[in-house]
């Protein structure tokens, strides 16, 4: 199908999966990705990442709406679709006394019109490797190798499910660069991670998944755009919160004030910043440890996740976040901000600030 002159190469509509014991773990999700898009499925542990991923691949049935890969139904006509997409295997699973080669080779005696085997794993990377067993790769290395598995078919499209687990930061960078080189020379990616930042740096767009559900998809800027901006400092001694211009009339939505640090939340950052500043302009003093900033995907990402774990009254801890394995909540998009008041004007709301 065509939209606005773009190809859509995965179409997904009100997609759903139900598990035999009746659990609904993907529940009417809608989106679609273009040729030569790299699109992110974002989510919390049991979001329904993998659920909707196998889905994709044709590995099971949806049990209600719509999947086409490359125009086709990647189940009931697997044949057709198969030869044109590639799929990364989480640990491919070959036995660890083969050699590189020997893997590859193996892997392209299954796969129609194969590459040859040094030409993927000159693409990964891998070509000085190529004699090592398995075994004596690094964990790097290995994922690597699951990625030049996945290559083998010249794939149309590209399912990487959380393709950079696990390795270090470089391993990680190295793995961004090939992802972006390949999706320049065409390749339509979806990828599922855990890492917000390898999916704010790598997709044209993503969707965050909550217990089933599409929470907030978009380009990654669109996704942050919804959420606050922050402005940070410290007041100077002598000086309350209450002293500053009424931060409602400032675009101000939400404010924490811890000792003397402040923490303004915005979406109107100019305006926010400006006010703040001419203020400390005038009262003639200086504003320590100021920070001005946009939300990063992972700032929108965790407050999402605290607000639907607010609404819902569900946990956090559900482990996504940066490559340091920040913790987040569960949480959906909805664009409420829980503990952003209007704010009048000079109440603040804490310890050492008057009114
Ligand atoms: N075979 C199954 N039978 C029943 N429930 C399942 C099955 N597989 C997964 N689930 C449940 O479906 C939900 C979604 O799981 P899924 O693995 O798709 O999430 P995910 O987003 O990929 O999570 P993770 O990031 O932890 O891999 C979870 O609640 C999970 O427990």
């Known amino acids: 199908m065509k939209t606005n002159g773009h190809e859509d190469v995965i179409e997904v509509t009100d997609l759903r999966r139900v598990y035999g014991g009746g659990f609904e773990a993907v529940r009417g999700i809608t989106f679609s990705v273009r040729r030569g898009e790299l699109f992110a499925l974002l989510g919390t542990n049991g979001a329904g990442k993998t659920s909707t991923v196998e889905l994709l691949e044709g590995l099971a049935p949806a049990s209600g709406g719509r999947v086409r890969i490359l125009g086709h139904d990647p189940y009931t006509e697997r044949a057709a679709v198969r030869p044109r997409i590639g799929v990364m295997l989480q640990e491919g699973g070959f036995p660890s006394e083969l050699t590189v ?14 590459r040859p085997v040094g030409e993927a794993l000159e693409i990964v990377g891998l070509g000085r490797r190529a004699g090592v067993r398995v075994k004596q790769l690094s964990g790097g290395e290995k994922r ?17 499910d959380e393709p950079t687990t696990g390795l270090d ?4 960078q190295d793995t961004w660069a090939l992802v972006r080189d390949l999706r320049d020379q065409g390749t339509t990616v979806l990828l599922t991670t ?5 999916a704010e ?20 800027a669109e996704v942050t755009a919804s959420q606050p901006s922050r402005i940070s400092f410290e007041l100077p001694d002598g000086y309350f919160l209450g002293d500053l211009p009424p931060l409602g009339e400032l675009g101000v939505t939400g404010h924490d004030v811890e000792g003397r640090a402040v923490v303004l939340r915005t979406k109107e950052l100019q ?45 956090a801890g559900t482990g996504a976040g940066t490559g340091a394995g920040t913790g987040a909540g569960t949480g959906a998009v909805a664009g409420a901000v829980a503990d952003d008041k209007a704010l009048t004007g000079t109440k ?5 600030v008057s009114a």
């Open 101 to 114: 080669t020997e893997t590859v080779r193996m892997w392209a005696g299954c796969t129609s019109g194969a």
């Open 144 to 160: 690597r190798l699951d990625l030049a598995l996945a290559l083998l078919g010249r794939p149309e499209v590209l399912f990487l």
């Open 169 to 172: 930061a470089e391993g990680r």
């Open 194 to 198: 855990h890492y917000l930042e390898e």
């Open 201 to 220: 740096g790598l997709a044209d767009r993503l969707a965050i998944l909550h217990e089933g559900s599409v929470a907030a998809t978009g380009t990654p």
């Open 271 to 315: 305006r926010a910043a400006t006010g703040v500043l001419l203020w400390a302009e005038r009262a003639r003093v200086e504003l320590r440890r100021l920070e001005v900033r946009s939300a990063s995907l992972e700032e929108a990402f965790l407050r999402i996740a605290r607000e639907t774990a607010a609404r819902t009254g569900t946990g």
């Open 348 to 352: 603040a709301r804490k310890d050492g």
